[in-house]
């Protein structure tokens, strides 16, 4: 299997360079689905050492252009861990109070203490996105937030939470697929919007902010995990096996029993 592409920091990206297609080398959804198993087995495992090791938090970031895929992910990567070692936060539209706060707060309220695998579905990068394509805040202001996003991430990093973030990449003719789905299967109804379709328009806008996000968010210590997404079940394959490479190479470990178990009889 191909590991998804890792930006570096300083070399650019460019999205309309990146397939959505790619499969990570996986060839057929059987074969990824086998894969996915063993890889969700070993990642649960891995919890449970990262919750007993308690040296480390592990902090997920999830961003994609609507229907990229985000909820599909996480469903079907951390629907396996236990509920008391993993918190998903997903960010609306910050409240009037959060409004009254710098950006980052509301966001660094929600980082994962250490022991658990904290999820954002959306997250931080928001404050690059939607009110660059909107307009909401002066250019200055969210230019200078990149530089503000990259020093909170290394304060965690070097407070150890473990940052992975995710690009989940879609094509256009995709989003229309998945939003032709939401109008045509009843089922799926519920998740239709009009402000998709308002949104969609702004395709290229979002691509821009985004491949800036990337480039100027990536850093040595949180670069960026571009995940080719229009095969859902290659995405979900790259973004577990990416969970677990990075648990792998902490060296967690079980601490030492507080008592020579050893001597311990239960009558």
Partial sequence: MKKPIVTR??????LKEIDPDDDAGLGNKAKALERLAEDLERLRKLQLLLYADDRYALLV?????DTGGKDGTIRHVMSGLNPVGCVVTSFKVPTPDERQHDFLWRIHRAVPPKGVVGVFNRSHYEDVLVVRVHDLVPKKTWERRYREIND????????????LKFYLHISKAEQAKRLRARIEDKSKNWKF??????????????QAAYQDAINECTTSWAPWHIVPANKKWARDCVVARAMVDR????????PKPTVDVS?????
């Fill in 61 to 65: 970031v999830i961003q994609a252009m």
């Fill in 263 to 267: 001597k311990i009889v239960i009558r």
């Fill in 152 to 163: 909170f991430e290394r304060t965690l990093s070097e407070n150890g939470v473990e940052i």
């Fill in 193 to 206: 919007s009009e402000a998709d379709i308002a949104e969609r328009r702004l395709w290229s806008e979002y």
């Fill in 9 to 14: 920091e300083g070399r650019r990206i460019r």
């Fill in 247 to 254: 648990l792998e190479s902490l060296g967690l470990r079980y």
